[in-house]
């Protein structure tokens, strides 16, 4: 017999990790090529458009770090586990702010590093400034993230 709940929860884990990863994986690819057009005219900018470039990428782990917690709190990691479908559903839910924030931040994350590559590439003098640009971004990605273990914690805590 299919446990639904469960199969819904795994599903919010599955879709954390696989969105946030593919949303990174955009954000990250695009920088590249911008810092990579960089260095190309400038082999030392590498360390400053390396940083700028890695930036994106942190929503992937955001994502991964959901899955994990979700995982741990249905049991899945530690054994067998059996719940409701109400609150396989919720677990789906308490996972919903990373499936849906994580890429969208990471793609603009990425252009906003574009964008500071390209800033630093023409005057490397405004590195530090350049930083704050993406890492404006980033702040949305933080809140989902806080989120999405507040409610997952939330749902292990009930008793349905």
Request: hydrophobic content about 55%; charged content about 10%; overall charge neutral.
């Amino acid at each position: 017999m299919i446990n639904f709940g469960l199969v819904f929860a795994l599903a919010g884990a599955a879709l954390a990790a696989a969105t946030s990863g593919v949303g990174s994986a955009k954000g990250v690819g695009m920088a590249g090529q911008a810092a990579a057009g960089v260095c190309t005219d400038n082999p030392d900018m590498f360390s400053k458009v390396l940083i700028l470039q890695l930036l994106p990428g942190t929503q992937g782990i955001y994502g991964l770090l959901i899955a994990f917690i979700c995982l741990s709190q249905i049991g899945i990691m530690g054994g067998s586990a059996d719940m409701s479908l109400v609150k396989g559903l919720l677990y789906l839910a308490a996972c919903l702010p990373v499936i849906i924030v994580e890429p969208v931040s990471a793609v603009n994350q990425g252009k906003a590093s574009v964008a500071s590559i390209a800033m630093v590439g023409k005057k490397p003098e405004t590195f530090g400034k350049s930083m704050i640009f993406p890492a404006m971004v980033e702040t949305y990605a933080i809140l989902a993230l806080l989120i999405s273990i507040l409610a997952i914690f939330g749902v292990a805590a009930l008793s349905i």
